[in-house]
């Protein structure tokens, strides 16, 4: 019936059985409504077409039919209708046939039932009679049998108190025996179980008793105590002792005490002396700590619940240890020293692990190593760090230790940033390398350390230097003795050139050192070394010293120029007789320089190049410098002077201000550059006669030939000296410069008189 | 930061040192320059700036009888100015005024108001009184400060007072303090002094060394900026004269001279013997200013130095703002090139 109309034989079929049921159903159901509900709920959805539902409308589905089907068709469904219909009465005769045979036999048997059922109720009742004699026996012979069963009990009683006023008034005795053989377990159990009867009657029926079995008892208990004292009875025994002690209500607690405050005391002797690990024979110490442990393991098996304080116990002797090892890690030891000491605890508190179980004794001395081994990595780098600027800083006390180069200092201190560094790595290397499983969960905070150590390292030492240079900064040049002030140039030459060397050098290289055996060991935050970072601070900070030493030497030199402009009177100035003193003054200067430059810096490589390129413009400039030797009168001059403009202007403008390299012709160029720049510049503020400036010339000329082996750049040097002399002509009223076979004359005066000096002096 | 050459050009015929803005002329940027010539007739040029800014022009050219070292254009009147010259032995400082009409005439010769005679040694330089129309001048040799009062109608100049440094170093130069007229500071070798016109007394001394130029802060009290030959430029608080609150690299050579813009705070001029211009723009926090702003963390650290100006041949030694138009500057190297650049471009970033 759910089904619409149907399409196929197979769903025909089935609806046709379904429909069967469903009627046959609802006419048997006690409410038609409740069953209907289906067909009705369905029939709301069918239309008055549909012949199965309840709403079908005859006249409508003919109407439908006749005016949907042909006639071939409305015939053909008029025999399938016919048969079906035929079909439905064939079942509907069927149904009422099956029902009444049903009826009929039900009818039969109930008519059976009727007549079994009168010949019971007697049955029953000679049932009921048989039981109520049973019952009646019963109760007869259960109270016949009351009395004596009674009097059985009370028997049984008395029996068994006398057996237990007996056993108490033997229990002196008995215990008297156990006492002999040793067997206190049995004499205890006898006591604890005679005690609730002492308890009781104690006082009065069996005070003797009592009193007699409490000595043996005291006996007892003395002789438990000696054997939980005595080290020499097996432990199980003293186990027992202990276990019966507690039965007998005995203060055990204080025994516990007692026994570990002499744990602990025995502690006390095992010290550990690093010093002494180094002798690799057992020491004396090893046996303290196997005693230790045999005592620690007895302890526990004695007193069970005890364990908790023996790991206290076990814990402060390994932080003892390692508050000895800390001390002993800032006293500058080598990783193997340390090694030993950590292997040395580290066994220690395996076998204590051993006997305590859940005692966590290795992380608590993973916590211990941590430290020990962090404070390691740091002392050691700050005593690197010491050791660099003590190196540095004896340049400072020179003129105590005259020996005290400053190539001395400076090799010394880039062995220890370099080779202290590396030494240092591997160092913390043998550490990570050791198989011995004591730091396999130490390794990657190591490698951290180590990178962060690296890292504060280099940071401080840059602090150092920093420091270094700006001790003596500002005035002190003036303040300070003169060799002090040299000394000073000289730290931060050092510094400038360590700090290059640091950068070039002993950073990539320790880098290396670190990618091989530090590699290991993902970074949460990436590595804490951050090589570029520290190279970019050395790199600044080696230019700033290098500008710092150009600036103190330069500065040296600008005040021996300002004395010799501002003291005489310019314009009134006599004949030249003498290359001025001013000019072995700065030379001296420059010779100190080179001297100091040569033992710190390196050489430049590219010299060979750079003097080929230099040479053409030397080549004019000397050109030009024949030409103003060799005028003479004052028209001639002033041409001069407006071909050196115009040369000047052609000439490719020779680049005074360059940066500064870590060379030693590069620094050397750079000073005498800014000095003769400087000279240019104090010619210009003075006004000279004739002879002020042939003095300057002659000294400018003079200056050519010394420079020439000092300097790099020749042609800088002769460009910026020509610039001195064209200032002067400028400054000067009557520009006439010396003829030139006086102006060799005196200059060869000077050389002679200068190696005179020299041979002399030596 | 090199910034490309957009500056406008001009040349005197010989070498100059000095140049000044000329502060009274409110209608044109003006510039006048003193060329510095040992044996050539030494001229002053007064250059104005064309209105559409690309152009300098020579508005008159003057013969000054010696070579001039230093050349203030009056604060109140921009005909008159004041140089300090030599002859080669002799110094010499006078009050000039340009003439009127001075176009019309072929060699228009300039009017000497008056000259301040008195002075020993070598004289550096003339002070205007800052601010307004007074008729206070000061003039400073390497010795002696003097105080003069200053009759333009009448042509006469008298020493009110005078004082002499007492000190084994001379003085090099001087700003008159714009904010306490009572206040004049010298450079010396090794110093920087503050003298009280008032009482003609020295009062505070800063040490620093080598100091060649100083110019106050024009918006700031007690500010003032030294330039240095070697350790480059300091700025100080005088409250504070112990330690500068601000030290900036300087030149690679000598720095020369220094000049704070009188519009834009921090904004800082500098030229020097390496023929470069120095643009600083510096912070100096608030008014109160603390020592603990410097020793902020230094990755706030920004370079001060905003551009360099390299395209000069010889050392520079004259730097001015133009107080009309501020973003504006003229310098003059020594082979006596004047250049006039704005810095608007760097400026109008900040």
């Known amino acids: 019936m759910m089904g619409s109309d149907g399409d196929g034989d197979a769903p025909l079929l089935d609806d046709k059985a379904k429909r069967m049921r469903d009627l046959l159903s609802s006419f048997y159901a006690p409410n038609p409504s409740m069953l209907s509900h289906s067909p009705t709920a369905s029939s709301k959805h069918s239309t008055p077409d549909d012949i199965n539902s309840s709403s079908f409308d ?20 008029h025999v399938d209708m016919a048969a079906e219909i035929k079909n439905l009465d064939t079942d509907l005769q069927m149904l009422v046939y099956e029902n009444y045979n049903k009826f009929i036999s039900a009818t039969d048997t109930i008519k059976r039932m009727k007549s079994n059922i009168l010949g019971m109720e007697g049955n029953m009742e000679y049932l009921l009679e048989k039981i109520m004699s049973v019952q009646s026996r019963s109760d007869s012979v259960n109270t016949s049998l009351f009395e004596k069963r009674e009097h059985i009990e009370k028997l049984h009683r008395t029996c068994n108190l006398l057996r237990k006023v007996q056993f108490i008034y033997d229990l002196p005795d008995r215990l008297g025996k156990c006492i002999k053989s040793e067997a206190y377990a049995d004499a205890v159990r006898f006591y604890t179980g005679a005690m609730p009867i002492f308890k009781a009657y104690g006082d009065s029926s069996f005070h003797d008793c009592k009193r007699a ?5 005291a006996i007892i208990v003395k002789n438990l105590q000696e054997k939980l004292f005595s080290d020499s009875e097996p432990i199980q025994v003293r186990a027992e002792a202990a276990l019966l002690l507690k039965q007998l209500d005995f203060p055990v607690d204080n025994l516990k005490t007692k026994l570990l405050e002499r744990l602990e005391h025995s502690l006390r002797d095992i010290q550990l002396k690093p010093e002494e690990i180094k002798n690799a024979s057992p020491s004396a110490r090893e046996v303290a700590i196997l005693e230790f442990v045999e005592a620690i393991h007895a302890f526990r098996v004695i007193f069970p619940d005890s364990e908790t304080q023996l790991v206290k116990i076990a814990k402060g002797l390994i932080t003892r240890d390692f508050v000895i090892t800390e001390e002993y890690v800032t006293t500058r030891i080598c990783a193997a020293d340390l090694l030993g000491v950590l292997r040395v605890i580290w066994n220690e508190s395996l076998l204590m692990d051993e006997v305590l179980q859940d005692s966590a004794l290795s992380d608590h001395f993973l916590e211990g190593a941590k430290a020990a081994v962090k404070l390691y990595v740091e002392s050691a780098f700050s005593q690197l760090l010491l050791d660099i600027s003590d190196c540095l800083l004896k340049i400072l006390k020179r003129d105590e230790t005259e020996e005290y180069s400053l190539e001395t200092a400076l090799d010394a201190s880039t062995k ?15 550490i990570l390398d050791d198989d011995s499983g004591i730091i396999d969960k130490l390794r990657e905070p190591i490698i951290d350390w180590v990178q962060e150590g690296l890292q504060d390292f280099f940071r401080q030492l840059e602090d150092q230097f920093q420091s270094f240079s700006g001790k003596n900064n500002s005035s002190a040049t003036q303040i300070h003795g003169l060799t002090e002030a040299a000394a000073f140039a000289g730290l931060v030459l050092v510094l ?12 990539p290289k320790i880098n290396e050192e670190l990618a091989v055996s530090f590699s290991a060991g993902p970074y949460e935050y990436g590595p804490a070394f951050v090589p570029g970072e520290i190279s970019r601070k050395f790199r600044s ?13 330069t500065q040296r030199i600008s005040l021996l120029q300002k004395k010799r402009f501002a003291t005489p009177k310019w314009v009134k100035h006599k004949e030249p007789r003498e290359v001025h003193m001013f000019v072995d003054l700065f030379l001296q200067e420059l010779k100190v320089i080179v001297n100091e430059v040569k033992q710190v810096l390196p050489q430049d490589m590219r010299k060979h190049r750079r003097s080929n390129a230099s040479s053409a413009s030397s080549k004019s400039n000397s050109f030009r410098e024949e030409k103003l030797l060799h005028r003479s009168n004052t028209q001639r001059a002033r041409s001069q002077l407006l071909e050196t403009h115009l040369a000047k202007l052609f000439k490719q403008k020779v680049e005074i201000f360059t940066k500064v390299e870590h060379t030693q012709e590069s620094v050397v160029m750079t000073i005498v550059k800014l000095s003769l720049k400087s000279l240019q510049e104090f010619v210009r503020l003075q006004t000279f006669n004739r002879s002020g400036f042939q003095q300057i010339q002659l000294d400018m000329q003079f200056l050519r030939t010394p420079l020439r082996e000092i300097v790099e750049d020749e042609a800088a040097m002769d460009f910026l000296l020509d610039e001195v002399i064209v200032a002067a002509t400028e400054r000067c009223l009557d520009p006439i410069p010396l003829e030139s076979p006086i102006l060799d004359k005196l200059i060869q005066a000077k050389l002679a008189k200068s190696l005179e000096e020299n041979t002399s002096s030596s | 930061m090199q910034g490309a050459s957009s500056g ?22 003006t510039f006048l320059a003193g060329t510095l010539s040992l044996k050539e007739e030494n001229e002053v040029h007064l250059i104005r700036l064309s209105s559409s800014g690309t152009e300098l022009f020579c508005e008159g050219l003057f013969s000054h009888p010696n070579e001039i070292w230093d050349l ?57 009184w800052p601010s307004g129309r007074h008729d206070k001048l000061i003039s400073i040799d390497e010795e002696n400060l003097y105080l003069w009062s200053l009759d333009a109608s009448k042509k006469t100049a008298q020493i009110q007072s005078q004082d002499s440094a007492g000190m084994p170093h001379k003085i090099s130069g001087g700003a008159w303090d714009p904010h306490d007229v009572n206040s004049v500071a010298a450079t010396f070798e090794s110093s920087l002094q503050l003298w009280d016109v008032r ?28 330039a240095e030959h070697e350790s480059g430029i300091h700025i100080w608080d005088l409250r504070k004269p112990k330690v500068p609150i601000q030290e900036l690299p300087g030149h690679t050579h000598w720095t020369w001279i220094v000049k704070c813009n009188p519009e834009y705070d921090g904004v800082i001029l500098s030229a020097g013997t390496d023929s470069t211009v120095n643009l600083w723009l510096v912070s100096l926090g608030n008014d109160d200013v603390s020592t603990e702003s410097q020793t902020e963390s230094p990755t706030h650290w920004v370079d001060p130095l905003i551009n360099t100006y390299s395209d000069y041949e010889d050392s520079i030694y004259g730097l001015t703002w133009s107080s009309r138009e501020p973003w504006i500057f003229a310098s003059l190297s020594y082979d006596g090139r004047v250049v006039v650049e704005s810095v608007k471009p760097f400026i109008s970033k900040k």
């Not at chain 1, 900070?541 to 030497?553: E, M």
């Not at chain 2, 009127?100 to 108001?113: A, D, V």
């Not at chain 2, 009482?199 to 030294?226: N, Q």
Request: proline share 3%; hydrophobic share 35%; net charge neutral.
């Open chain 1, 416 to 430: 220890l940033a370099l080779q202290g560094g590396r030494n240092l790595l591997l160092d913390v290397c043998k």
């Open chain 2, 72 to 128: 203030v254009s009056c604060p109140f009147d921009q005909r008159i100015f004041s140089t300090v010259y030599s002859n080669g032995e002799t110094y010499g400082a006078a009050i000039w005024q340009i003439p009127e009409l001075y176009g019309e005439l072929n060699s228009p010769q300039l009017e000497k108001i008056t000259s301040l005679d008195g002075h020993a040694g070598k004289i550096k330089c003339i002070l205007w």
């Open chain 1, 541 to 553: 900070a080696g230019d700033k010293f290098l500008q710092q030493y150009i600036n103190i030497r």
């Open chain 2, 8 to 29: 406008i050009g001009y040349g005197l015929k010989y070498q100059a040192r000095c140049i000044s803005d000329v502060k009274a002329d409110t209608d044109h940027t």
């Open chain 1, 213 to 217: 079995s409490d000595e043996a008892i």
């Open chain 2, 199 to 226: 009482a003609m007394g020295k009062t505070i001394s800063i040490e620093c060394s080598h100091v060649r130029s100083v110019d106050y802060h024009p918006k700031r009290k007690h500010v003032l900026v030294t």
């Open chain 1, 58 to 77: 005859p006249n409508h589905y003919m109407n439908i039919l006749v005016n949907n089907s042909n006639l071939e068709g409305l015939l053909k469904r």
């Open chain 1, 496 to 507: 400038a050139q360590l700090s290059a060397f640091i950068e070039q050098t002993a950073i």
